[in-house]
């Protein structure tokens, strides 16, 4: 519930606000604290304001779902509550305790005293959401505490702990306990000072020394430049600063609100803040009874200590769960013991572990050999090799020793998860956690959802994701799940535009050049050829896959699997990760396309990307028709995290709505009729027809 309340300790007002969970300061909000702070100047039983959160936070900022709708222009925007904040005549001290962000930080700027527990945190994030600070933080922050410290806390957009500004203008003081009191005895003392006529202090009289401004904010925007490309918000805030610091403190605020808006409408940051709640809304399940309980996982075993069961078991250990490793053969079982140790090792060289959490680390891994030794586990995850026969050989043996209630996780990529669950007597407890490779870096974490799988399994597995800092996205049971079956689409097109006449490098170039972390040939390269071909082969095997990619099986035939076997796509040099374009692959797509005898022709790199794109939106739909994902933004969620898809354009499918659905289906429609195309491929899914035909978007909004 929002609310204001007004309370008195003596002659001190204490205004405590609150609008769960993390007091975001929208239209209600600051139309309540607007009412408190009027009420306090005519108040005359009271000679100061102690400003405060009332639930244990103080504010994570401005309500960023107001951002370009009406409600932000309703009643007091932020920037007005905090210069009347500023000018009143009675001192305002603002009591911080757990985060004060954003907005929330502006809002305490903008107070004339500021008290903080220790504990508390403060930062300007805006950056994130590709905005700077817009109620004041680009002018205030840097004459309380120094222009490069503010544009370096402005960049960097990071909660920091307040103990790092304890000895700047920022803090009056910064206490342990007693917040309150010690905010209180700070506001009795200003109201003191002001009887006594001294000046309130406020940020804004406060001059900035600094002797070569254009210096600092040049070296500032070169590396903004470098690190942040395709963001503008870092090179906005930089300007805002020293537009304010050369003209006046008024004048810097008028120039940070026209950046603000201007930001505010750019599609990085529509795509910047369509992202954070995209990440946030993954965690939740529909359907799921609201009073499940999660399980309790205390003990966790990985079957395979390949890189994949490594990967995965790392993910524990860093959590401080403890994991049974557990390999048939003795010699692969110490391999992958010593390639967690090299993983930890790696990381104190670099000085991101100290030899005292990699013993801690190593101390919860137990490689055992035998099934038995894992009986009483709470969580196994199977990682073995990616074929039914062999899982249906660990998940029987598992059935047969696993404790009951313990749940089994397989980390397939493809396979019928309901088929594996189906070679148990305990289908509920049967779940798909598929990890990507490398599965300690990577973020994301697909949740498999069987046809049978029990609402606590999948609580549980959505709370251990949190805890092992992934994001997770639930996935319906189909070939592929949500991410491979699309990228098997956006690989197919990848090579029927070699077909046509593209080289790999042209196709990778391009649609790295559209923001992709690598193209999908190098991709192919890195994660290994042989992958893909193992799943082509079992698909030809079956009849699911007709038409054989003659060129990519050529390629695995030759053995170049990629980086791992020093070729692929591309030619690597020992040691050397650098992509050279191969004669050997030239020879391969050429004589593959005499064999073919189709004409080639050139294809420009808009038409690469949008294939490219539109093929994972069509997709994409198809899996959204089907409800195989519960919503589109996960769909966004599982190409940003997992497949190095542009953070800055939202996700395919974002991308494909700020294109407009009636645009993408046009082009849908043009690629069909291109000589030789798939023409059913190209067929718009009915999804994407209805909502281009009703001018509307994915989410049901107005497109
Ligand atoms: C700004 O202030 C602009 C100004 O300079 C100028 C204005 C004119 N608004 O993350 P969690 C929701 S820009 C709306 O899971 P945690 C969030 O969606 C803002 N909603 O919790 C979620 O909802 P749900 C600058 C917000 O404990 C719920 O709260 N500030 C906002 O892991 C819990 O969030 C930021 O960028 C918001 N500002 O982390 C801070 N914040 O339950 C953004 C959160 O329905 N926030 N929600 O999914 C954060 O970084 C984290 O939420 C925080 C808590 C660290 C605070």
Redo the contacts with the bound molecule.
């Keep these: 519930m929002i609310k204001v309340d007004y309370l008195t300790r003596g002659r001190v007002a204490v205004v405590a606000f609150q609008s769960p969970?993390?007091n975001?300061?929208?239209f209600t909000l600051r139309q309540g604290l607007l009412a408190a702070l009027e009420r306090a100047e005519q108040d005359t039983a009271i000679d100061s304001v102690v400003l405060m959160g009332s639930n244990t936070?103080f504010?994570?900022?401005?309500?960023?779902?107001?951002?370009g709708s009406a409600e932000?222009l309703r009643g007091p925007?932020?920037?007005t509550l905090n210069t009347c904040l500023e000018g009143m005549s009675k001192p305002v001290v603002a009591a911080i305790e757990g985060?004060a962000?954003?907005?929330?930080?502006?809002l305490a700027l903008s107070c004339h005293h500021r008290v903080a527990l220790a504990s508390a945190?403060i930062?300007?994030?805006?950056v994130?959401?590709g905005?700077?600070?817009?109620?004041g933080?680009t002018q205030r922050l840097p004459r309380l505490i120094g222009i490069e410290a503010a544009i370096n806390v402005m960049l960097a957009?990071e909660?920091l702990a307040v103990g790092l500004f304890a000895k700047s203008s920022l803090f009056d003081q910064v206490v342990e306990a007693d917040l309150l009191a010690a905010a209180s005895s700070v506001a009795e003392a200003s109201a003191a000072a002001v009887k006594s006529g001294k000046p309130l202090p406020q940020a804004r009289d406060l001059k900035v020394r600094e002797p070569d401004l254009q210096a600092l904010c040049q070296f500032a925007r070169n590396t903004a430049k470098t690190a942040l490309k395709e963001y503008p918000a870092p090179l906005a805030i930089i300007d805002a600063v020293q537009f304010g610091v050369e003209k006046s403190f008024d004048a810097g605020l008028l120039e940070e609100r026209r950046l603000?808006e201007q930001l505010?409408n750019s599609p990085v940051s529509k795509a910047l803040r369509h992202v954070?709640?995209a990440?946030?809304?993954a965690?939740?399940i529909d359907g799921l009874p609201a009073d499940t309980k999660p399980r309790e996982i205390r003990q966790v075993a990985v079957i395979g200590a390949g890189t994949m069961g490594t990967g995965i078991t790392i993910n524990f250990l860093n959590a401080g769960i403890s994991v049974r490793l557990l390999e048939v053969g003795k010699e692969v079982l110490d391999r992958g013991v010593a390639r967690i140790r090299e993983v930890y090792e790696g990381q104190l060289k670099k000085g991101k572990l100290d030899a005292a959490k990699l013993a801690a680390r190593m101390d919860l891994l137990q490689p055992v050999l035998e099934y038995p030794a894992i009986a009483d586990v709470d969580l196994v995850i199977e990682a073995v090799f990616e074929e039914m026969s062999v899982k249906e050989k660990v998940f029987r043996t598992l059935d047969a020793t696993i404790k009951r209630g313990a749940i089994l996780a397989t980390n397939t990529s493809t396979l019928d998860v309901d088929q594996i669950a189906a070679f148990t007597a305990r289908p509920q407890d049967v779940i798909g956690l598929h990890f990507f490779s490398p599965a300690n870096v990577m973020r994301l974490l697909e949740v498999v959802r069987g046809a049978k799988t029990a609402p606590d399994v999948l609580a549980t597995a959505m709370m251990l994701a949190k805890k092992i800092k992934k994001t997770a996205v639930v996935s319906g049971v189909c070939d592929g799940f949500i991410g491979n079956r699309m990228i098997h689409r956006y690989s197919a097109q990848a090579m029927q535009m070699v077909d046509e006449g593209a080289s790999p490098e042209q196709v990778d170039r391009a649609v790295e050049k559209f923001g992709f972390a690598m193209g999908p040939f190098r991709m192919g390269d890195l994660a290994g050829n042989d992958i893909g071909w193992l799943i082509r082969k079992r698909k030809y095997a079956e009849g699911s896959l007709v038409e054989r990619q003659v060129i990519a099986d050529k390629i695995c035939e030759l053995g170049r699997f990629g980086q791992k076997t020093g070729a692929g796509w591309y030619d690597y040099k020992k040691g050397d990760r650098t992509a050279y374009p191969s004669p050997v692959v030239a020879g391969v797509i050429d004589e593959a396309r005499k064999a073919a005898g189709r004409p080639l022709r050139k294809l420009d790199d808009r038409e690469i990307v949008d294939r490219l794109v539109y093929a994972l939106v069509n997709e994409g739909a198809r899996i959204l028709e089907e409800k195989i994902a519960q919503r589109t933004s996960d769909i966004d969620v599982v190409y940003l995290m997992g497949y190095g898809f542009p953070v800055w354009r939202g996700g395919p499918i974002h991308y494909a709505e700020s294109q407009t659905l009636y645009e993408v289906a046009r082009r849908m429609r043009a690629f069909a009729a291109l000589p030789g195309a798939d023409a059913e491929f190209w067929q718009p899914a009915a999804l994407i027809d209805k909502l281009a035909a009703e001018v509307r978007s994915f989410n049901g909004g107005a497109a």
Excluded at 59 to 67: L, M, N, P, V
Excluded at 101 to 106: N, P
Excluded at 123 to 126: A, I, N, S, T, Y
């Design positions: 969970p993390v975001s300061l929208g936070t504010s994570a900022g401005a309500d960023i779902r107001e951002f932000m925007s932020l920037a985060m962000l954003g907005g929330g930080l502006e945190k930062g300007l994030p805006e994130k959401l905005l700077l600070p817009g109620a933080g957009g909660p603000f505010m954070f709640f990440e946030r809304a965690s939740r």
